[in-house]
């Protein structure tokens, strides 16, 4: 032993058994409410606290950009009703998480960003610190809630206060701040342990009041082309067997949104999805259970929704101020989604009268036919492939192995994989969210692995891998069951971007043609398969299943496949005016 090693140890020694710091409650009070895992970036103050939560049992997973790490808590808050716990150090590291965090706040997802901050006398005065800045005013505009702690004695209030606010009612993302000098402080260990809070209820039941549950029995009883559209609420209120009871018994056709795919598989007979425009149009009555009228849904209007005034809407929301934000809702059932579906189906007992076959009939002939048009494109072996050829594979990959869990961002890469590849159980499929961000993949993907230990499958678009590509180092470091399928078409968008630089610089929208994104995995000692048909994905994807290794697939898909700007291209904004100059665009 070194000279300094024994004086540490003297002082070890030293320190009284009765005493317990700012480090260790932090880690026991989120241990006494059942969280153990950390999604983190070490640095100043809070590389020991990573460490000594490990060796107190925690898993502490670290990332090579906090972003990522923060993308990881949030999907854990999705697919465990948990808190995510994100924890980042000052300024940059707590800049890059609180994107995360904002994230997690938008989709309604509980997330506990923890954050290393300078000392507060110096950055109060603004007299300069070691990354120096005010996070808790910058996080509070962005989050739920937001919360500092300063003294060791309110570390278990603080985070209480952070599981709570996470994860009751509407759940969203909290920020907790801690000054490094919290972490040092100490104090007596039984005071300390009293001082600690495990959150009773922290998801308290809300039932709908009856008279809500009696119009909206009414309103729905009266409906005569019904439909259902089930949100990622519904996949994250984890009481999938009421849903399905309650969908079965309504027999109204659905939709799910992307992420509540799953929640009853793809496959059901009441599946609405292969003729989605049918049912927006034509239906005079929409059951919203966990899911919003934002954009996702064009706000429930325009030509796509059918006659103006045409449809009743009845929604199950946990927010009161949800109600009406779009469009006037009749029947509105506030609660948590498990308690009114409950009360719903008590209501209607066994008396209910489904809707008539004229309706669901013909939702369901559509449905058969629109998913008898699509199956051959799906099976061709053209070399380079397409995105159908590719996703022929993926959708019997997924079909094979239901408890796969599907990760997907991109937007030809994204829109096309959530049409064509059926998801088959609840939480099985991660993606970009009501923001519609891209660089969620790997984050999600390994919050995933850690979190369920299931096999991950990661569709990205080359574009969106961009974003979040360095960790694939962090997933071989960790080794775990993710396989990457990188549908590389040399561009974001399409390879074949229009250049209008006259041939002084690439198009904006184009990347080095034919890069080798397998090569980045086996840079790591993971496995890398770059493939160019349907026959050779399907074997890269078998090997990676089969060795439940770490795997990067490059899929060569042709430069001109894809369209710009995935579905979405009607958010582009035109102007008449670049019209005019600039004939030449392609679109
Ligand atoms: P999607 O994008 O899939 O349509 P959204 O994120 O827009 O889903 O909507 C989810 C909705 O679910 C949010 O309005 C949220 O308040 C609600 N929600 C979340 N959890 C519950 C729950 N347990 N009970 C009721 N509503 C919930
Ligand atoms: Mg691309």
Redesign the pocket.
């Known amino acids: 032993m070194t000279q300094s090693a024994l004086a540490q140890d003297d002082a070890a020694d030293a320190a009284p058994q009765s005493l317990t710091d700012g480090f260790h409650l932090l880690i026991d009070a989120l241990r006494l409410n059942d969280i153990d895992t950390i999604y983190n970036v070490p640095g100043i103050p809070i590389t020991d606290l990573g460490r000594y939560a490990q060796a107190q049992g925690m898993r502490v997973i670290s990332f090579r950009h906090e972003q990522h790490a923060g993308y990881a808590a949030a999907a854990a808050g999705f697919l465990t009703r948990k808190p995510g716990v994100c924890m980042t150090v000052s300024a940059p590291g707590f800049l890059n998480g609180l994107t995360a965090l904002a994230h997690a706040t938008t989709?309604?997802w509980p997330m506990i960003l923890i954050s290393g901050s300078s000392e507060r006398e110096i950055v109060d005065l603004q007299r300069g610190d070691y990354e120096e800045m005010d996070q808790l005013a910058i996080a509070r505009p962005h989050v739920k809630a937001a919360y500092r702690i300063l003294h060791a004695e309110d570390i278990g209030l603080g985070v209480a206060r952070a599981v709570r606010a996470a994860l009751s009612g509407?759940?969203g993302g909290v920020y907790l701040d801690v000054p490094g000098a919290l972490l040092g402080q100490v104090m007596d260990a039984v005071e300390g342990e009293k001082s600690l809070i495990k959150v009773v209820d922290p998801?308290p039941a809300?039932l709908p009041s009856p008279e809500a549950v009696t119009r909206a029995v009414d309103v729905l009883s009266n409906a005569k082309k019904p439909l259902i559209?089930?949100?990622?609420?519904?996949?994250?209120?984890q009481?999938d067997d009421k849903i399905r009871e309650l969908v079965e018994t309504l027999g109204f056709p659905y939709l799910p949104?992307?992420?509540?795919k799953g929640l009853l598989p793809d496959t059901h007979p009441q599946c609405a999805s292969a003729a989605r425009s049918l049912v927006l149009k034509q239906s005079d009555c929409v059951f919203l259970i966990?899911?919003?009228l934002?954009w996702?849904?064009s706000h429930g209007q325009g030509p796509g929704w059918g006659e103006k005034g045409g449809k009743s809407f009845v929604q199950?929301?946990?927010?009161p101020t949800?109600m009406d934000s779009n469009q006037s809702i009749s029947a509105p059932l506030i609660?948590?989604?498990?308690s009114?579906a409950t009360a719903l189906l008590d209501a209607i007992g066994t008396t209910w009268k489904k809707p008539d076959e004229s309706w669901t009939g013909a939702v369901r002939d559509k449905v058969i036919g629109n998913v008898e048009k699509m199956a051959p494109r799906l099976q061709n072996n053209n070399s380079p492939m397409d995105y159908h050829s590719a996703l022929g594979v993926i959708k019997q990959t997924i079909a094979d192995n239901p408890d796969t869990v599907l990760v997907n961002e991109g937007a030809n890469a994204l829109d096309l994989t959530r049409s064509i590849v059926d998801v088959i159980k609840p939480r099985k499929r991660l993606d970009v969210?009501?923001w519609g961000i891209m660089g969620i993949g790997m984050g999600s993907a390994v919050a995933a692995a850690v979190e369920t230990d299931n096999q991950v499958l990661a569709v990205e678009g080359d574009s969106a891998f961009g974003f979040c590509g360095m960790e694939v180092e962090t997933i071989s470091r960790y080794n775990l069951p993710v396989c990457i399928v990188v549908m590389n078409n040399n561009g974001i968008y399409r390879g074949d971007g229009e250049n209008w630089s006259g041939g002084k610089d690439p198009a904006t929208t184009v990347f080095v043609p034919d890069s080798r994104y397998d090569q980045m995995m086996t840079a790591f000692g993971g496995v890398g398969a770059h493939v160019t048909n349907a026959d050779e994905l399907r074997q890269a994807i078998g090997e990676a299943f089969a060795s439940r290794k770490p795997t990067l697939i490059n899929a060569v898909i042709d430069p001109a496949a894809g369209r710009e700007s995935g579905n979405i291209g009607n958010l582009n904004p035109q102007s008449v005016v670049a019209q005019a100059r600039y004939p030449q665009a392609r679109t």
């Open positions: 989709n309604c509407r759940p998801n809300s559209i089930i949100g990622k609420g519904a996949a994250y209120a009481c949104m992307s992420m509540a966990g899911a919003r934002n996702l849904l199950i929301d946990i927010e949800e609660g948590d989604i498990e009114c969210g009501t």
